[in-house]
């Protein structure tokens, strides 16, 4: 297997978790070379990444990071997330060209199970497989989608490298990204959505292979009502993904507020990623306090202490009216 992180220095102890996880849960798998995609790790983490790696008798290469802004010749707005998210579509460029397929896993990642059926997943005549993200279609609209298209989320990938390079499908995300003046609703998300998904390209798969936040802060039918979506997961398989995932991501989610790594959080996971920490040469640092802003920490407060109708209700209308709305009027303006 080939599997893909790319990460900074300051979130190298939460990938390196990732890692563990992934290296303790994959013995059955013949190989795996890990690609970390570097972002000014320090040599102190990049030897603890080794050395870790090397005990389990797998490989890991870091290769360092593109410049795309320069790439792209215009400046991306990443908004809250890092310039590093958007490297995932440039995979092609970035790996060597002997690989033809490999999984891209964000470092908010911890691994249960064995990734061998995803790897091998038949991808027919797609180019990527991913979860379905659980969204409203006014997401789709923004980037001139059919209602019917899929829209799936990037924390998780299996890719087609082969195909991609065929089909010279940076040159289109590049293309896609200038169109939109670098300015992306869920930045490289969008980007991958906006290209391939518009082609019919993209594999939805299980649920319980990218099992965000959001699915264990809701049951199944508050998460209906706050997302909207028209196009969506079955309540079995919903119910599979939050008893038994694959691949839990601990995603950022307004009503739990706080992720693994920080104090006091209480994720029904958490106790995952503290097990595959302590395993880890990173197992003496200590938990992260909550740094979120101060708009951050309220918002959490508010959501927790209004009635839970009104709660879902409010918030139903920013995700999936207001902020896609927003979106398009700012998209509109500047095209005029």
């Known amino acids: 297997m080939n599997i893909v992180y790319s990460s900074s220095d300051s979130y190298a102890p939460i990938a390196g978790v990732s890692i563990m996880s992934l290296l303790h849960n994959n013995t059955d798998s013949e190989s795996i070379n890990i690609y970390m995609i570097d972002n000014s790790i320090s040599a102190e983490n990049k030897h603890r990444f080794e050395e870790m790696v090397g005990k389990y008798g797998r490989t890991i290469h870091f290769i360092p990071q593109p410049d795309l802004n320069k790439k792209a010749g215009v400046e991306i707005e990443v908004g809250r997330w890092n310039i590093s998210t958007f490297f995932r579509l440039f995979l092609c460029t970035i790996l060597p060209d002997d690989i033809d397929r490999c999984i891209y896993l964000d470092c908010d990642t911890v691994i249960r199970h064995s990734l061998k059926e995803f790897w091998e997943t038949d ?4 180019v990527v497989a991913a979860v379905d993200d ?5 997401y ?3 980037l001139n989608l059919d209602s019917n298209s899929t829209y799936t989320n990037n924390g998780v990938l299996l890719i087609d490298l082969k195909s991609w390079r065929e089909m010279n499908v940076e040159k289109e995300f590049l293309d896609f990204i200038i169109a939109h003046n670098g300015d992306i ?3 490289d998300q969008g980007v991958l959505n906006g290209v391939l998904a518009k082609k019919g390209l993209v594999k939805v798969v299980h649920t319980k292979y990218d099992a965000m936040t959001v699915f264990f802060d809701f049951n199944f039918k508050d998460l209906m009502k706050v997302r909207k979506p028209e196009h969506h997961l079955s309540e079995q398989e919903y119910s599979e993904t939050v008893t038994d995932p694959y691949i839990i991501h601990y995603t950022s989610c307004f009503l739990s507020g706080t992720r693994p790594w920080n104090e006091n959080n209480n994720h029904p996971f958490v106790g995952d ?4 920490k302590a395993m880890s040469p990173w197992k003496d640092f200590p938990q992260y306090p909550d740094d979120r802003k101060k708009s951050k ?3 959490t407060s508010v959501c927790n202490a209004m009635p839970k109708g009104m709660m879902i209700a409010v918030i139903s209308l920013v995700h999936s009216k207001l902020y896609p ?7 509109k303006g500047r095209a005029e």
Do not use: F, I
């Open 123 to 126: 991808l027919g005549d797609k």
């Open 185 to 187: 609703t869920y930045v």
């Open 325 to 331: 709305m927003a979106r398009a009027l700012k998209q």
């Open 140 to 142: 789709k609209t923004e």
């Open 273 to 276: 990623y503290l097990k595959y």
């Open 297 to 299: 920490k309220l918002m």
């Open 134 to 138: 659980c969204r409203s279609d006014r």
